[in-house]
Each structure stands twice: as structure tokens, then as C-alpha cells.
T-cell receptor
């Protein structure tokens, strides 16, 4: 069964710092991978989607990469801002599985002014 | 376009009762998925409906069920509520074969 691990569980950085969030899969057979942001008490906002034929995606200050051979993905946030404070979740669609998305437990990011 | 809407946003029930949650997908989206989020287990997939048929199912007991209507709106039902069912229930919609899922704000269920 596919399991997703996100490291670190929590991260606190000063404003302006560049940072990397990590996500790893027990089974590298991932069809595609999605990064989400969740604000307290709210639903999920999709940030980036890496489809099966892609290796990375960029949107503004965010860059996500996927290395299927190692079962790892990273989310890079450049020049962090206090408004980036949230929980970041990665989720993969397992190949051949019955689950729609398998989620990690998230990294809680705090960006201090 | 309006986003995914979920009703009610908050719900308090007692053990043994049953509950029905509703989800309206983005217009044109025919796939609706349900997830349970708890502090201990994180986000877990419940089931997915497409064209009124359950297409995928997660590992949850039969007390959790759902359905989808012809207008793509979906409901999920939990019978014989247990304390452990307290969670944020999230609904997501997507295009027929689209990989990107769009989530609603969730329904916060508290079981006393």
C-alpha cells in the first residue's frame, strides 16, 4: 500500500528565506503528484500538479519536482513571505490503485516577519 | 465559476446517530471524491463517484456510504456515528479525466 511521508512536520523560517519541503513515497509507481496548501480550518488549494510525463512544474515563487526513480518530490518556495504560512500537503495518485489521492500528513510552515 | 460548495459547514451529532453531508461540484465536473481528515490519520480517501457510479473506494467500514445524483451533486452518509468519526470531511471535484482536484471548504463533524 502506498504511503507518503513529509519532512519536516513543521518548519519556522524568517521572512525572505528560500526553503524546501520534502515528500517521499514508499512505492515509486506514482501516476501524478499534486502539492496543496491548507490554511487553518479551511479546505485545500491546489498549488502545482506534476503529471506522469513531467519532472517539474513552476508557478511564481513555487517550484515542484518529482523524481519517480527515487520516489521523492520537493517543493521549493523562494523568498518566503508571512502569507505563505500554512500547511503544505503532497499527494500522489498510485498507479493501478483504487485510491484517488494518497496524502502525506503535511508540513506546517510558519514564516515570521 | 463557483467553486466546490459543501453543506453544512459545521455539524454536531451524538454517538449512534446518522449524518448526511452534501457536496456540489464545480459546474461541468462529473467526478466527486470524498476525504476524511483527522489529526491522527491525516487525509484519507473515502470514495469517488462519477456519473452516479462509485468508481473508487478507500478502506473505510460500510457505515460510510455515498451517492451521486444526475446533476453531479453528491452526498455522503455516515450511520451509527462513533466518536472517532469526528473529522473534517472534504469533497473534491474534477473533470472526467482531469488529474487536478478542486477541494471544497469541508464540513466539520463533531460527534459527542
Amino acid at each position: 500500500k502506498q504511503e507518503v511521508t513529509q519532512i519536516p512536520a513543521a518548519l519556522s523560517v524568517p521572512e525572505g528565506e528560500n526553503l524546501v519541503l520534502n515528500c517521499s513515497f514508499t512505492d515509486s509507481a506514482i501516476y501524478n503528484l499534486q502539492w496543496f496548501r491548507q490554511d487553518p480550518g479551511k479546505g485545500l488549494t491546489s498549488l502545482l500538479l506534476i503529471q506522469s510525463s513531467q519532472r517539474e512544474q513552476t508557478s511564481g515563487r513555487l517550484n515542484a519536482s518529482l523524481d519517480k526513480s527515487s520516489g521523492r518530490s520537493t517543493l521549493y518556495i523562494a523568498a518566503s513571505q508571512p502569507g505563505d504560512s500554512a500547511t503544505y500537503l503532497c499527494a500522489g495518485v498510485p498507479q493501478g490503485g483504487s485510491e484517488k489521492l494518497v496524502f502525506g500528513k503535511g508540513t506546517k510552515l510558519t514564516v515570521n516577519p | 465559476k463557483a467553486g466546490v460548495t459543501q453543506t453544512p459547514r459545521y455539524l454536531i451529532k451524538t454517538r449512534g446517530q446518522q449524518v448526511t453531508l452534501s457536496c456540489s461540484p464545480i459546474s461541468g465536473h462529473r467526478s466527486v471524491s470524498w476525504y476524511q481528515q483527522t489529526p491522527g490519520q491525516g487525509l484519507q480517501f473515502l470514495f469517488e463517484y462519477f456519473s452516479e457510479t462509485q468508481r473508487n473506494k478507500g478502506n473505510f467500514p460500510g457505515r460510510f456510504s455515498g451517492r451521486q445524483f444526475s446533476n453531479s451533486r453528491s452526498e455522503m452518509n455516515v450511520s451509527t456515528l462513533e466518536l472517532g468519526d469526528s473529522a473534517l470531511y472534504l469533497c473534491a471535484s474534477s473533470l472526467e479525466w482531469g488529474p487536478t482536484q478542486y477541494f471544497g471548504p469541508g464540513t466539520r463533524l463533531t460527534v459527542l
